[in-house]
């Protein structure tokens, strides 16, 4: 089953994993710090993500899957 659901302390890694991986993040925003952090993926688990309101992660089966 697939679910949308807020950011996760746990999804951190995962972040820092797809951020840093030069095949991902030249589809992505310049904004997007490069390489990526795990104080990157800690202000956009408990900031960024939350500001507009509309960020979700995607979960397949209980795994997370990407941010949109």
């Known amino acids: 089953m697939i679910w949308l659901r ?3 302390h746990e999804d951190k890694s995962q972040f820092v994993q797809f951020l840093n991986d030069e095949r991902v993040i030249k589809f992505l925003s310049s904004r997007i710090p ?3 952090t ?3 993926a800690e ?3 408990t900031r960024g ?3 507009d309101g509309i960020v979700s992660a995607i979960e ?3 795994y997370f899957i990407i941010a949109n």
């Open 6 to 8: 807020e950011m996760k």
């Open 34 to 36: 490069f390489p990526y």
């Open 38 to 40: 795990e104080t990157d």
């Open 43 to 45: 202000w956009w688990v």
């Open 49 to 51: 993500s939350k500001d």
């Open 60 to 62: 397949c089966d209980g």
